[in-house]
């Protein structure tokens, strides 16, 4: 039995998401792949309800069973509360 998964590595977003990267930078995250990059690589801590909600409206809209811009809805409340985490203040 031959199963083909078809993934939108190419899906972007309507509007990037710009997060902080490092002391003077800034980067765009442009799409739901590089928000699963972002996620598995930047965040130091990989918990809570918003982390799993982006996990999983990523990996959703990667396989064409989720929208594309709510991923980027989960993605910015995940950093968010991130941010809110390691900056406590």
Avoid at 8 to 32: M, N
Wanted: proline share 6%; with cysteine; glycine share 6%.
């Amino acid at each position: 039995m031959n199963s083909v998964i078809t993934i939108g590595f190419r899906l972007e977003w309507e509007h990037p998401v710009i997060v902080r990267q490092g002391p003077i930078g800034d980067r765009a995250i442009q799409s739901p792949r590089e928000a699963l990059k972002y996620l598995s690589e930047s965040f130091t801590i990989r918990s809570g309800k918003p982390y799993w909600s982006a996990v999983g409206a990523c990996n959703a809209a990667l396989l064409h069973r989720g929208d594309v811009e709510r991923s980027r809805d989960c993605f910015v409340a995940a950093y968010a509360e991130y941010i809110v985490k390691i900056y406590p203040n």
